[in-house]
């Protein structure tokens, strides 16, 4: 028996040695933070007791569909979380983009305003009166 993430206990089939079946599951298995085997002497302890008074017995196939599906999960959230760093960089070079051409156009609008003062002047000096 294996003492999984001190939750679960999975009956793994070895040829009797704890550190087979602890890295049977350690090595075939995503989501796994502990394992502790128990061998035929190990079955008789306080330890694997209070392991199966405190855990729930599951199949290979139970710990195998729990550690597809934290996998699963983890993977998509990395795909989610790249595609948001993403779309914030390209946030963030817009938004530098944005600030370029807010100054080009501050510099167009000073540009505007001398243009426009000149045509008044210009105007003033020729005497007209139309704006």
């Not at 001190?6 to 075939?28: C, F, M, P, R, S």
């Not at 999960?73 to 946030?91: F, K, T, V």
Request: some cysteine; glycine content about 2%.
């Amino acid at each position: 028996m294996v003492w999984i993430n001190q939750k679960y206990l999975v009956k793994v089939e070895t040829d009797g040695n704890a550190l087979k079946a602890e890295h049977e599951i350690l090595d075939n298995y995503q989501g796994i933070v502990s394992a502790q085997a128990f061998d035929w002497d190990g079955l008789k302890t306080d330890t694997f007791a209070c392991a199966v008074l405190s855990s729930e017995t599951i199949s290979l196939n139970e710990l195998k569909a729990m550690s597809d599906r934290y996998e699963k999960a983890w993977r998509i959230l990395a795909i989610a979380m790249d595609a948001e760093e993403e779309l914030r960089s390209e946030i963030e070079q817009l938004q530098e983009i944005i600030e370029r051409k807010k100054a080009e156009l501050n510099a167009k609008n000073v540009a505007t305003r001398k243009a426009h003062l000149e045509a008044i002047n210009a105007q003033n000096a020729m005497s007209c009166n139309e704006q």
